[in-house]
């Protein structure tokens, strides 16, 4: 089964010889050039429930503006907020109501544009001296002009995993809720991929962090760019020998584990599953448990 993710596919040409060309990206800063419509990092759709533009020439008056890349041939460009989104993702109610029916493109081209306008937004000073720095390189880079020093848009990479065990009760899988879930909402296990560590000693070192399970086996699923505010999700497999959970209580309020009949009733009931609600499907893990029903038999 092939994982096509949210926040994947877009069809920009991400034209990288033309940021290093300022003399170029000067050409393409035409007054009608497209300049994706947002209010903050909130995109505003038209009645066709499509991401919208504006012209590049009604940017806010001096407004950092960035080149996203070419679309057919066009040059798109975004207009950088005044302030980034330091809050957790799962606050972002407007922004979930606006995205929930976007094409699969438009979704993926504007959750790329919203990570590089928030990290643009939340690192005008240098880390290594403290000074202001300016935009470069149409917007994938940011210079500090008092060290020299160059920093770059960075993308953080999550191990998000199914923990599968096999046993006299058949295949179930592990899954859990933090505090600030919604109400009997389950999802994969994730965590932050630490200095050092291979993908595979994440998914391990999460695993037993959390729910003190041990892993075997781990094998990469598919991977999702998810842009609250720009991580990496990389959706792995493992296998457990052993079903008893010690949880960390500051990690999760919960964990189960689940049968494949539990997790089909899930997703034909939604709200109404007598076992639990199943991630949303902007989310991988909501594909990653669809993935699992594919390939296991039971």
Known sequence: MSLVTPFAGHRLDRADPIRHDAERLAELRQPNARLLRLE???????????VQ?????????????????????????????????????YTRRETWAAIADLPADELALY????????????????????QPTMLAKGGWQRDCLACGAAHFPRTDPVTIMLVEHRGPKGSRVLLGRNARFPGRSYSALAGFIEPGETIEEAVAREVFEEAGVRV?????????????????????HAYADDDALTLDATE????????????????????ESAS??????????????????ETNDG
């Open 40 to 50: 903050g990092l909130i995109p505003r759709l038209g009645p066709d429930q499509r």
């Open 53 to 89: 533009w504006d012209r590049l020439g009604d940017a806010p008056e001096g407004a950092d503006v960035v080149f996203l890349g070419l679309l057919d041939g066009e040059p798109l460009f975004a207009a950088v907020p005044t302030d980034g989104d330091p809050d957790p993702a």
């Open 111 to 130: 959750g790329g544009a919203r990570s590089l306008l928030d990290w643009h937004a939340r690192h005008r000073f240098c880390a290594n001296c403290g």
């Open 216 to 236: 075997r086996d781990v094998s990469y699923i598919a991977s999702q760019p998810w842009p609250f505010p720009s991580q990496l999700m990389i959706a792995c």
């Open 252 to 271: 999760l309020e919960d964990a189960q584990w689940f049968t494949r009949g539990q997790v089909i009733e899930a997703f034909e009931k939604g709200q």
């Open 276 to 293: 639990f609600v199943p991630p949303f499907p902007l989310a991988i893990a909501h594909h990653m448990l669809r993935w699992w029903l």
